[in-house]
C-alpha cells in the first residue's frame, strides 16, 4: 500500500523535469533523498530497518538511480535515433578508439562553468561510456 501511494502521488513530483533539472548540488541531491527516506518508514514493518533494506523489500531504487537510467534512456534514444532532436551542438564520438569499451564512446565537452559542466549530455557520457557493448548496440 505504501509503494503504491509514495509511487503514485510522491515520487512524480520529485521527479518532475529530473531530464532537465537534474540536481547536482549534493545538499540537493540529499534533500530529495531525504523525503523518499521518510516516505519509505511509513510502513509500519519497515520502521526500524536501513534505508537499503527498505528500497530492497519496497522494490524501489535510490533517485538518483532512476535519474541516471532515465539519462541513459534518453540518451540512447537520441543516438540510435529513435528520438530526434535539433542539437545545438552535437556530442563528439571519442576520437582514439581503445581496446577497452565499445565503439560508441562519446567524448565530454570541457566546461568551464558548472550549469555546462552538469548538462545532460556532460552528465550522461561517462555513464554512458561505461555501459558493455552489449547493452550499446542493442536495439532496443
Request: glycine residues 2%.
Amino acid at each position: 500500500m505504501v509503494r503504491q501511494l509514495y509511487t503514485s502521488l510522491v515520487r512524480p513530483h520529485l521527479e518532475f523535469a529530473a531530464p532537465v533539472w537534474s540536481p547536482s548540488n549534493k545538499n540537493n541531491i540529499n534533500d530529495l533523498e531525504k523525503i523518499q527516506r521518510r516516505a519509505t518508514k511509513l510502513a509500519p514493518e519497515l520502521k526500524h530497518r536501513s534505508y537499503t533494506e527498505r528500497l530492497t523489500k519496497l522494490g524501489l531504487t535510490t533517485l538518483e538511480t532512476r535519474r541516471i537510467r532515465g539519462d541513459l534512456i534518453a540518451f540512447f534514444k537520441l543516438t540510435t535515433g529513435i528520438d530526434k532532436i535539433l542539437w545545438y551542438k552535437e556530442p563528439n564520438k571519442a576520437s582514439s578508439q581503445k581496446l577497452r569499451g565499445h565503439p560508441m564512446k562519446f567524448e565530454r565537452e570541457f566546461a568551464k562553468t558548472t550549469p555546462r559542466h552538469n548538462f545532460f549530455t556532460n552528465r550522461v557520457i561517462p555513464h554512458w561510456n561505461a555501459l558493455p557493448e552489449k547493452v550499446v548496440s542493442a536495439m532496443t
